[in-house]
């Protein structure tokens, strides 16, 4: 996944005190192919493993086992974890947290109140970092300037208002931690190959931010078939930019069937008219009796023979 990816300065700040701690360490096990073999010599990856940390994901991420087993429990462990709930973490998701990002363990306390710092001079309030932190692990890795770079990004490109650009990254935190590349490919495609105005993709990011992370594939074939195939104008997607979250099967079936009954209209002047949003959004038996004005029945032979 594009935004599971750490910063390197976290593996590099790692690797230099690796380097001193396993000299200092030979008392644990030399040769082990997991964490787990370690856990009765380790007071701390027995502390974690009792916070719900899986040692077996952990040992997946590069070097991060390596990193847990350099560590003391009351020394290093223990002001990061009171760290993450004065953020606001919950018990139970301290675990899951760490198992996500364990390299957190070995950053500086003071680096990481500093960015939590940044965020609140910002006016994001307690519940929104804590929501952040939670959905974005990797957030708090990363220094201010690229936070405030990011947000500068997303504020400048987007054309959006400060507090817009904050609604925005609270709802999609990973926008502040994944690669940039592809979100910018993305709006190239919206404008370019897709046809939509600035202010247009403005509206669709803003209410759809998953667009910005969305498979460049899916999206222009999504859009072919709406726009080509079903003639919704770009004015109609801006409105209901959602529809691209929806799977193309999905809205290929229900187009058909609506189609095949007569009563595929998606013009809002007209008295029959389906907005996308019914289209896409409404469970299949809610669409059936109440957008199509038919049984499942009918939908289910109608889609044996497609």
């Known amino acids: 996944d594009w935004d599971d990816i750490p910063p390197s300065s976290a593996l590099e700040v790692i690797s230099e005190e690796e380097a001193i701690q396993i000299i200092a360490e030979p008392l644990l096990p030399i040769r082990s192919s997991t964490l787990r073999d370690y856990v009765d010599h380790s007071e701390t990856l027995e502390k974690l493993v009792h ?3 899986d040692l077996s994901q952990v040992e997946k991420r590069q070097k991060a086992g390596q990193l847990i087993l350099t560590l003391d429990f009351e020394k290093d462990v223990k002001k990061i ?3 993450l709930k004065d953020v606001g973490l919950e018990d139970n998701q301290l675990g899951p947290f760490l198992t996500k990002n364990p390299y957190i363990l070995g950053e500086d306390l003071e680096a990481l109140e500093t960015r939590v710092a940044y965020l609140k001079s910002k006016k994001f309030g307690k519940s929104e970092i804590a929501q952040m ?3 974005a692990p990797y957030l708090l890795l990363f220094s201010v300037e690229r936070l405030d770079n990011r947000l500068g990004f997303f504020k400048n490109e987007l054309g959006l208002s400060v507090k817009k650009t904050k609604n925005l ?3 999609l935190p990973r926008l502040l931690t994944g690669k940039l590349e592809p979100v910018k490919e993305n709006l190239q495609v919206c ?3 897709l046809g939509f105005q600035r202010n247009e993709i403005q509206q669709i990011v803003y209410k759809t931010p998953k667009i910005l992370t969305a498979s460049k594939k899916r999206l222009k074939q999504t859009f072919d078939y709406l726009h080509n195939i079903m003639g919704i104008p770009h004015r109609m997607l801006t409105r209901f930019p ?4 929806s799977k ?3 809205i290929r079936e229900r187009h058909m069937f609506l189609e095949f009954l007569g009563r595929a209209q998606y013009d809002p002047a007209q008295p029959s008219y389906i907005s996308l949003d019914q289209l896409v959004s409404l469970p299949d038996e809610v669409f059936c009796t109440e957008i199509a004005k038919a049984s499942m029945q009918d939908f289910e032979n109608f889609l044996k023979t497609l």
Request: positive net charge; glycine residues 4%; without cysteine.
């Open 242 to 245: 959602q529809v691209f979250n």
């Open 169 to 171: 990254v609270i709802r």
């Open 81 to 83: 974890l009171l760290f």
């Open 133 to 135: 932190v939670s959905r």
């Open 191 to 193: 404008q370019i190959e």
């Open 248 to 250: 193309l099967l999905r």
């Open 51 to 53: 916070l719900g940390v």
